[in-house]
């Protein structure tokens, strides 16, 4: 296998190296919980961190990005405390939505992260809106979106890739 580093720097490749292990260590420890009935519910997103980490780490901090259940790489390239994500996930009052939820269905504006919405083909449409709005401030901005097989059947997903078409709106 070649391998062609490009411009990448040691220090870069260390980074992307640790960017797609650490969500990998926190989705085992999650799944051990989970077994031991210490939590009650995670999505996993095990062998989907390459995705989550490699686009998020691609954007601008300020980039603004839809993330799904299994998208833990998105928190963590995000530079999210990991002890506030913890209270989140266990309904805390000091996590992000302040005991509202249990679940990855947050957001927040310090990280540029939209809250996710279970029906997964809106989060296209969400992120239309956003790319819209970089496009009419003439920013150089980009919106990521992810959804999966189950958006693919929904309205909005469709409706999403064709707003996001015909406008020529700067949203993957």
């Known amino acids: 296998m070649d391998f062609y580093r490009k411009d990448l720097t040691d ?13 990998r260590m926190i989705e085992e420890k999650m799944l051990v919980l989970l077994r031991q009935g210490r939590i009650s519910k995670w999505f996993s997103g095990i062998g989907q961190e390459a995705i989550s980490v490699g686009a998020t780490m691609a954007l601008d901090q300020d980039e603004w990005v839809m993330p799904l259940h299994r998208n833990l790489g998105v928190f963590t390239s995000r530079g999210m ?14 996590g992000y939505s302040k005991a509202r939820e249990r679940s990855f269905h947050f957001g927040t504006r310090e990280h540029h992260i939209c809250g996710m919405i279970s029906h997964l083909g809106p989060q296209l449409a969400i992120a239309d809106g956003v790319a819209l709005a970089h496009k009419l ?13 189950g958006g693919t059947s929904e309205g909005d997903f469709h409706e999403a890739l064709n707003v996001a078409a015909v406008w020529d709106l700067p949203v993957i």
């Open 137 to 149: 401030r003439k920013e150089n901005k980009v919106a990521l979106a992810f959804t999966g097989d």
């Open 11 to 23: 220090q870069q490749l260390t980074d992307l190296y640790r960017g797609l292990l650490w969500p």
């Open 81 to 94: 405390p990991l002890s506030k994500l913890f209270m989140q996930w266990q309904g805390a009052q000091e």
